[in-house]
């Protein structure tokens, strides 16, 4: 199972972050498999996180810069 939250930057800003950390926690179980993809234009989403969801994250964040144009972007496409 792959969650996809758009806007990620949005669930920051939500009375103490509860569905990021619901999400999270429920990944931390070891019979769950399964992974969550923020999407969001901000750079600065991680830095909006709660001390107690940002610790959920951890290690396993990977970040990725927007493509350079319609080429580059078909490029990287046809890569995945």
């Not at 103490?16 to 179980?29: C, I, N, P, S």
Request: hydrophobic share 50%.
């Amino acid at each position: 199972v792959v969650f996809v939250l758009e806007e990620f930057d949005l669930f920051a800003h939500r009375p103490k972050q509860t569905t990021l950390y619901a999400v999270m926690d429920l990944l931390q179980q070891t019979q769950v498999q399964a992974a969550v993809v923020g999407v969001t234009c901000r750079h600065d989403a991680a830095e909006l996180l709660e001390k107690r969801v940002k610790s959920r994250f951890s290690s396993r964040r990977i970040l990725l810069a927007p493509p350079v144009g319609r080429m580059r972007a078909a490029t990287l496409v046809r890569h995945a």
